[in-house]
């Protein structure tokens, strides 16, 4: 760090000011303060989730001289606000720091914020060790709710179920969430009783590939090669006029391979028809070292080859709580209309 943190901190803040006011307009208490790898302290974040603030470390632990700062920063800042560190520096990201009682205690309480004027649960410490809303997805449910009422969404890979439940707020009228984890599916259900929606959502419980296929009118064998895939629920074929895919970098089930560098298109294709005529498919890929222009170009290739036209493309950035330094953030979200 070239600058102390306190500074880099105090420019962060500043320079989020008008965001954090337009934010609260929209009843949202939930964004990133500080974005280390473009703020001047890579491998550091801090993001405010309501009356919660979470610090996390992903290249080194933090030194307790910086762990102080930090806590005097926010404290005179942000008043009122528990703060949480989840250094996740070591093996396969997983929390590795202890906390004493009291704020381990406080860590694992559940709470609750809100984005867009939808409300979902917290907490800084669970069974996982991801947050249960990532919040550089913003801009994508936005579009979501914009785009969503009247219209039947398919949710894939959906985790907590942020984009269904928002979806619903905004007058879908059917929407249906798909995860293989039954932990998340559950947060997702708490998500969905937290707000006044006006339908009942879906929660299916399912190996992503199992349920694409299916949808999508290609059928799902429950043998590949003379052995029996594990239990997998039944579908019946069907066209949704917006899907949401939001796969992890990389995944190997006895379904199929996610591998968001080399082969997109096994998960593009059966999502691509999936979706109705005239929908909309609304695309994630959070690996840095892929190029957008390339990944468009194997998504166009790949609909040419699955008989489907991509009418037109939308990229949708971060909003403005994550900088990027040169333009090309990391998270990259593709709408298609198709």
Not at 53 to 65: A, C, I, K, S, Y
Not at 266 to 278: D, I, N, Q, V
Not at 294 to 307: H, I
Request: hydrophobic share 45%; glycine share 8%.
């Amino acid at each position: 760090m070239s600058s102390s943190l306190t500074d880099l901190l105090a420019a962060a803040l500043a320079a989020r000011a008008p965001l954090i006011e337009r934010l609260a307009a929209e009843q949202t208490d939930a964004y990133r303060l500080f974005h280390g790898t473009a703020e001047g302290a890579p491998g550091l974040t801090v993001d405010r989730y309501g009356a919660t603030l979470l610090v996390q470390t992903f290249h080194r632990p933090l030194e307790p001289g910086h762990l102080a700062e930090l806590q005097a920063f926010y404290a005179a800042a942000l008043p009122g606000l528990a703060l949480v560190w989840n250094d996740r520096s070591g093996r396969h990201s997983r929390i590795a720091n202890a906390l004493p009682p009291e704020h381990q205690a406080r860590a694992e309480e559940p709470g609750e914020f809100s984005e867009l004027g939808v409300r979902y649960r917290f907490q800084a410490r669970h069974g996982g060790q991801d947050p249960w809303l990532f919040l550089d997805l913003r801009a994508a449910r936005r579009r979501v709710m914009a785009e969503a009422a009247g219209k039947s969404l398919l949710n894939v890979f959906a985790y907590t179920c942020g984009v269904g439940v928002a979806a619903a707020k905004a007058g879908a009228r059917h929407v249906v969430n798909v995860d293989f984890a039954e932990s998340s599916l559950a947060v997702g259900k708490d998500n969905a009783r937290l707000n006044a929606l006006p339908i009942r959502l879906r929660f299916i419980k399912s190996d992503a590939f199992a349920a694409l296929r299916q949808y999508a009118g290609l059928g799902q064998p429950k043998m590949v090669r003379g052995k029996h895939l594990p239990p997998f629920p039944v579908l019946e074929p069907h066209r949704f006029e917006l899907v949401f895919l939001d796969p992890p970098r990389y995944a190997k089930s006895p379904f199929g391979v996610v591998d968001l560098i080399k082969d997109y298109a096994a998960l593009f294709k059966p999502a691509l028809l999936a979706t109705a005529e005239g929908g909309t498919l609304i695309c994630c890929n959070n690996v840095a070292q892929v190029r957008r222009d390339d990944w468009l170009e194997q998504l166009e290739r790949s609909a040419r080859k699955a008989g489907r036209v991509l009418r037109e493309a939308q990229w949708i950035a971060p909003e403005a709580d994550f900088p990027s330094i040169d333009g090309n953030p990391p998270l990259k979200v593709l709408l298609l209309r198709v």
